[in-house]
């Protein structure tokens, strides 16, 4: 760079201060507001715009604060911070605080020259912010310079989201239904993947010959694929859908410059071959190395993630973890169970004859249909399932079930039909999306006619609590859930279902609570947006309850943990996994109830649910108890156990000791069968949750890194207590509340304060004095705001702060000050406190050549005695002073000359401060090498060296009151 302004030095542009970034030439300056981020990186052309030398204005003897000054602008310098010289590029500008557990895969990460991770960690724990530090990371140190996002159509606008409000990336939706427009804009001949260089893309629209070699011919350099698991063919008789999708991953796979995530919470639902094969997408090798071997183990290690919830509830413990002491133990606020109500309802008479008669006529159908053909056979073999499944529902189903055409009917062969009907009827983890899975299946055929019809009209007429006893059940344990401040989510099986269930509830529960319902019938984005709606109009009052009723297409990936805490099983699935995915939407991080309640609705006389509730619900149940991990039902041993509830139930009517035999026989020989390959599946992922235990970093390495991140970013404690004087000096009004946290009327504070929070919380809430709630979590929910140092409103008032202490003439009250005289018991002998910026140059070499960077630190240093003859105090000792309060009232006049003493001699310090800078990044350069210590090619050329001199921002002297000796 061939300019008079040296990369790293201040100058004065635009009424403002900025740090010159190596990116500037002879004729254009790239410059960063001084403690901005990279968003607000500015071009500046000399030639046409003033820019000169700046020197920072050091601080002003008559310009003094009280004893918390110094405390207060340094937490809120801190705070802001979007460029830190660690290690972590990234996280000084993500809107989330991680975790100390969500650290170990990014560690694992940045050990290798091109990332390949397979991150399966249990449902809740967030698989997605690990990703996305991991992601956010790569794109910082120019290690990548695109993400795609590879996910189903109705996780896609949530990814969007994510990416966008924590981790500062705009991404692109590219889904079937917004494909049109993005193209619009695209030059001739250009592919939309080149055009936009973050996509979040449904993995169904891209699979498709007609899209997939555009999108792998321009695929970014980096990928992550959600819910990978569905991305595999793990034999022969995978669907079509999921052999397209491990197509296109192979494909992706393939470039071996490319950087691929795999994110998944059931890397092999029993399936070793499934496993295998996601194994061979990260590492080809991995496909089929021995993995009871220490090589084979080793090997995976450094590219697999697996840990359950009891791993990480208590991190970085001196007995669990081996670290040398507690004093950064994490405790992660998981709900400690699940506490499970199975609750019976019978049959009214009415409904009672309807479903006697309905099971005669299938069973008749069945039997008249075997004598004919296979695909006759099958046709009527489906139509009975979903004839009884939909009358087991609701009565709305059952009427919408008799009167739709099965899509059995429409196959030209049995192969076809089971192909078609299956999705529908079957709960299939392994199902390739759940779009469309809860309409009802029906049960019409070419042969039905009038009695199909009369049933219909039976069933139609038993709506309502009087003849549906299962919705009068239903009623009743709602009641006792809202009494008890409970939000419940009531899943159902089908839409009729979902929507009759949410008409009759709304009479039913009284005004104070709302009821919505969200189902198939809605986009993703409607869906997401119905539940906020929700969420707003109950508001903050106390009373109002909320209860929504879904299908199960709220069942996977949606995030209901900030709204909801309670789940009611309407109908039951027939695979248990998705019990578990229902229960996960509120049962994981951020939930505030320490027990999510569950309950279980089944008919004691229908005779499905029982058996379905016994033989697969309950002991689904009690292997996640024993093992505090899901392991998915085996689905062929699962459906041959509910085709042989139904065979037993078409032959209870017709042939009552038959059945018997039946039940006897067959059924109990089905139900063994599949306890048998349940209960190896369980062994299997109990052996691998011990053999593949995260051990490719140690906890020790993890602790040492999050103490380096805390030195410099700051930690929970000090941003709680920052926000809590700075909120109070600024005139708002606290309240604690009854969570740990508090809540602030932001009406009185400077005019300033309020133009920068309006957005965030919104304008009405803050010019109205509605109480904003602070939360110690960083899960928070909307219109709340975490007293984590990455939240918008705590950065908000961090800025607020910082800039009306550099500006002496701000008006309104200014908590913080640069300077301040403060007699105390805490000293016995003169101190003096300074607080120094500092900045760094930084060399990072990655696989796409070296990154010229500046970034920023602070430090506090202290002494005793006088500047010309100072005796330096350690970290740990200036540290202390910020916890000193003044004894005494310190003479002004006195106070103000002391401080131009102690300002007048600065310069005699100035070498200390620049050894201490050259120290500062020898420190940082070992961290650097000791994150990236396994790529020996990205470790070398990392280089770190101080820009000189220091800017102190703030001094602060120390005196010992009366009677201590000095």
């Known amino acids: ?266 890397p092999h639902s029993g399936k070793e071959s499934a496993f295998r094969a996601l194994l061979g997408l990260v590492r080809p090798e991995l496909a089929t190395v021995d993995l009871d071997t220490d090589a084979g183990r080793r090997m995976l290690a450094a590219h697999f993630v697996h840990r359950r919830r009891a791993d990480v509830r208590q991190f970085l413990t001196q007995e669990r973890d081996g670290v040398a002491d507690d004093s950064l133990r994490e405790d992660t606020a998981f709900p400690s169970d699940r506490c499970f109500k199975d609750e019976t309802y019978k049959l009214a008479p009415a409904y009672r004859e309807l479903l006697d008669d309905a099971i005669a006529y299938a069973s008749e159908r069945v039997t008249a249909a075997g004598e004919e053909n296979k695909r006759e056979a099958r046709i009527a073999w489906w139509s009975a399932i979903a004839l009884l499944r939909s009358l087991v529902s609701s009565p709305r189903a059952a009427a919408q079930t008799l009167r739709t055409r099965s899509a059995a009917a429409l196959a030209a062969t049995a192969e076809e039909a089971d192909r078609l009907a299956a999705p529908l009827t079957r709960d299939s983890v392994e199902s390739d999306a759940l779009e469309g899975v809860d309409v009802v299946p029906g049960a019409e055929t070419e042969h039905a006619g009038a009695r199909m019809a009369e049933l219909a009209d039976r069933a139609a007429a038993l709506e309502g609590p009087d003849q549906d006893r299962k919705l009068a059940a239903l009623i009743k344990h709602l009641k006792a859930l809202l009494a008890d401040g409970y939000h419940p989510i009531v899943f159902c099986r089908y839409i009729p279902t979902a929507e009759y269930v949410a008409e009759h509830l709304e009479s039913k529960l009284g005004k104070r609570t709302l009821v919505r319902a969200v189902t198939g019938t809605l986009s993703p984005q409607q869906r997401l947006q119905r539940i906020e709606e929700l969420a707003a109009e109950a508001g903050d009052d106390a009373a109002v309850r909320r209860v929504l009723v879904a299908t199960d297409c709220l069942s996977e990936g949606v995030n209901l943990q900030h709204h909801f805490d309670a789940v009611v099983h309407y109908d039951l699935a027939w695979n248990p996994t998705r019990h578990d995915q229902r229960e996960g939407r509120v049962d994981r991080y951020g939930q505030k109830r320490e027990i999510v309640r569950v309950i279980t609705l ?77 209960k190896s599946a369980a062994e299997r992922e109990k052996a691998s949750r011990s053999r593949f235990a995260q051990r490719a970093i140690h906890p020790e390495e993890v602790a040492r890194e999050v103490a380096a991140v805390r030195d410099v970013l700051g930690r929970a404690a000090e941003v709680r207590s920052f926000v809590r004087h700075a909120l109070s000096a600024l005139e708002a009004v606290l309240r604690d509340d009854d ?138 000792d200036a540290l202390a002073l910020l916890e000193a309060s003044a004894d005494e009232n310190t003479d002004p006049l006195f106070a103000e000359r002391t401080m131009q003493r102690v300002l007048g001699d600065l310069n005699a310090m100035t070498a200390h401060l620049e050894s201490y800078g050259d120290e500062l990044a020898a420190e940082l350069l070992a961290s650097h090498r000791r994150v990236r210590s396994a790529s020996g090619e990205i470790v070398r050329g990392v280089s770190v060296t101080a820009q000189k001199p220091a800017d102190v921002l703030g001094a602060y002297v120390y005196l010992p009151a009366s009677g201590v000796n000095a």
């Open 739 to 876: 969570e740990g946290g508090f809540t602030a009327d932001l009406s009185g504070t400077p005019a300033g304060l309020r133009d920068a929070l309006a957005p965030l919380v919104g304008g009405d809430v803050v010019e109205a004095g509605k109480p904003v709630p602070f939360r110690d979590t960083a899960a928070v929910a909307r219109g709340e705001a975490a007293l984590v140092r990455t939240d918008p409103v705590v950065g908000a008032v961090a800025g607020y702060v910082l800039n009306a202490a550099l500006d002496e003439k701000a008006s309104g009250p200014r908590p913080a000050r640069r300077c301040g005289v403060i007699r105390t018991r805490a000293v016995d002998t003169r101190t003096t406190l300074l607080l120094v910026r500092y900045r760094f140059h930084l060399t990072l070499p990655s696989r796409t050549g070296e990154r010229q960077l500046v970034a920023e630190d602070a430090r506090l240093l202290a002494f005793q005695g006088s500047p010309l003859n100072a005796t330096w105090l350690s970290g740990d």
């Open 602 to 678: 089944y008919g004691s006389d229908n005779g499905i649910d029982g058996k379905v509730l016994e033989v697969l619900i309950k002991k689904h149940r009690q292997i996640r108890k024993d093992l505090g991990i899901s392991v998915s039902v085996p689905d062929a041993a699962s459906a041959g156990v509910t085709d042989a509830i139904v065979e037993w139930l078409l032959l209870r009517n017709k042939q009552a000791e038959q059945a018997s035999l039946f039940e006897e026989d067959v059924l109990k020989s089905k139900s063994a069968e599949l306890e048998t390959e349940w």
């Open 1 to 266: 760079m061939s300019t008079p302004f040296t990369a790293g030095s201040l100058v004065s542009a635009r009424g403002r201060e900025w740090v010159v970034l190596p990116d500037s030439a002879e004729d254009m300056l790239v410059l960063r507001p001084l403690g901005g981020g990279d968003d607000d990186v500015a071009a500046v052309f000399p030639a046409f715009e003033k820019v000169r030398h700046a020197e920072f204005t050091p601080p002003s003897a008559d310009d003094l604060g009280d004893s918390l000054a110094a405390g207060l602008l340094r937490s809120a310098l801190r705070i802001g911070f979007r460029s830190g010289a660690g290690p972590f590029r990234s996280l000084a500008g993500i809107a989330v605080e991680p975790r100390a557990y969500q650290l170990v895969p990014l560690l694992m990460a940045l050990r290798q020259r091109v990332v390949r991770m397979l991150i399966s960690d249990d449902v809740g724990i967030g698989k997605t912010v690990e990703a996305g530090l991991i992601a956010t990371e790569l794109l910082a140190q120019g290690s990548a310079s695109g993400l795609a996002v590879l996910c189903s159509p109705a996780l896609a606008e949530q990814w969007q989201e994510e990416l966008r409000t924590k981790f500062g990336i705009d991404a692109e939706l590219v889904l079937a239904s917004t494909v049109s427009k993005l193209e619009r804009n695209l030059d001739l001949g250009q592919s939309l993947f080149d055009r936009y260089p973050h996509v979040v893309v449904s993995t169904d629209f891209v699979k498709s010959t007609r899209h997939r070699d555009d999108f792998v011919k321009h695929c970014p350099d980096l990928v992550i694929v959600d819910e990978a698991h569905t991305c595999v063919a793990a034999d022969d008789r995978a669907s079509t859908a999921s052999q397209l999708r491990h197509e296109l991953l192979e494909k992706i796979s393939a470039d071996s410059e490319r950087h691929l995530l795999l994110v998944t919470a059931t």
